[in-house]
């Protein structure tokens, strides 16, 4: 049995929404158990280079909380993968971000990758990943930050139909709120190509971190 | 529970070394049961274009036969990702190389790779995935093929140190023969940099497939 620290990059009243991302990795990792914590002040979220910015201090400061707790891995679940360069270098467990392991793992199914965000361009860890990779890259209309998803999927669905459209073989979700709307089947059910989830994909790369330790 | 076949591309005698990459990831992934099958008359298994090309078509027949049998998912144990391409279309379930998988999760850690071979170039996924993002490729001295791994654990260390040196952050070991004697941990020992184990990558990319269908 393993313990995951996952970081909220988004201030969050209800204790029900905070477990979310954990409740994802728990169900498809079994033996794996998570606790979860919000950064605080932050009720929007991460959606621009200054609420990143406001983040990181925040983030390093629960990680290390965290470490110190004794768990196995961290998880900064957020698709920029903020503080991640930081933390890498100051604690001695792993620690991954979502952005370059969605990144990543759909470039382990193939190069040709269409990217669906919530920013104006892919994040950087989308960017510097997959490069000339990207075939294209769509922001749902209507959507500024993360809380703007839910109410949204139809127009979700047409951009992630027009990533397809565009070639994209598989289609990488670059924003955690995909997650937490459990958006990734929703847009499978639309589209004749794999979708990658990003706490998912977090949480598969950071099992990988742990696991190749024992 | 889930089922995932795994072809093992190499004609092994013994019962327990067949099973072996299979052991790997249900130990890695409790969930999960495995079916291997080695394919015939290929005792040294894949090292060079020639046998690839006789390995495919034999690939391509097992992978029919496991997919007939109900298995969630397959893994063709081979960093060479032979066959991948014609089963993607052939099948109607995931199916996945290590080749990929292991560039892409290395990917997700750092973007300075160092890759261990036993070829003379990289193997082709990881020419693809990675491009310039390998910093190095080592072939360990006095390994023709992945039968020789096992008597050359000196010489692979020695080359996994060379990949350090060279400024690699990850090293992606680029053979499952790598997986069959457990190199990933005995290199980790030996350098200050995480090691993908190809197997492993293998496990949990074509995991990720399987759980996000369900």
Same mark, same amino acid.
Request: glycine fraction near 8%; hydrophobic fraction near 40%.
């Given at each position: 049995?393993?313990?995951?620290?996952?970081?909220?990059?988004?201030?969050?009243?209800?204790?029900?929404?905070?477990?979310?991302?954990?409740?994802?990795?728990?169900?498809?990792?079994?033996?794996?158990?998570?606790?979860?914590?919000?950064?605080?002040?932050? %009720?929007? #979220?991460?959606?621009?280079?200054?609420?990143?910015? *406001?983040? &990181?201090?925040? !983030?390093?400061?629960? /990680? +290390?909380?965290?470490?110190?707790?004794?768990?196995?891995?961290?998880?900064?679940?957020?698709?920029?993968?903020?503080?991640?360069?930081?933390?890498?270098?100051?604690?001695?467990?792993?620690?991954?971000?979502?952005?370059?392991?969605?990144?990543?793992?759909?470039?382990?199914?193939?190069?040709?990758?269409g990217v669906l965000g919530i920013t104006k361009e892919p994040p950087k860890p989308f960017k510097e990943v997959l490069?000339?990779?990207?075939?294209?890259?769509?922001? %749902?209309? #209507?959507?500024?930050?993360?809380?703007?998803?839910? *109410?949204? &999927?139809?127009? !979700?669905?047409?951009? /992630? +139909?027009?990533?397809?459209?565009?070639?994209a073989k598989v289609i990488a979700l670059a924003c955690t709120g995909f997650s937490t709307i459990n958006a990734a089947?929703?847009?499978?059910?639309?589209?004749?190509i794999p979708v990658i989830d990003p706490v998912m994909a977090a949480a598969i790369t950071i099992y990988y971190r742990?696991?190749?330790?024992?």
């Open positions: 049995m393993f313990t995951i620290g996952i970081i909220r990059v988004i201030t969050l009243e209800s204790e029900s929404l905070v477990k979310k991302h954990g409740e994802i990795v728990e169900r498809i990792l079994p033996n794996v158990k998570t606790y979860s914590k919000c950064i605080e002040d932050q %009720p929007e #979220g991460i959606y621009d280079e200054e609420s990143e910015k *406001k983040a &990181i201090p925040k !983030i390093v400061k629960l /990680a +290390k909380e965290m470490e110190g707790l004794g768990v196995n891995g961290i998880i900064v679940s957020c698709a920029g993968d903020p503080g991640i360069d930081v933390l890498e270098k100051e604690l001695k467990i792993p620690v991954t971000g979502a952005g370059r392991p969605t990144a990543s793992l759909a470039l382990a199914i193939s190069d040709k990758v490069r000339d990779y990207i075939v294209a890259y769509e922001k %749902p209309i #209507g959507v500024k930050t993360t809380l703007d998803l839910a *109410k949204n &999927i139809d127009s !979700i669905i047409r951009a /992630a +139909k027009r990533l397809e459209s565009a070639g089947p929703l847009i499978a059910n639309n589209v004749n742990i696991v190749s330790r024992t």
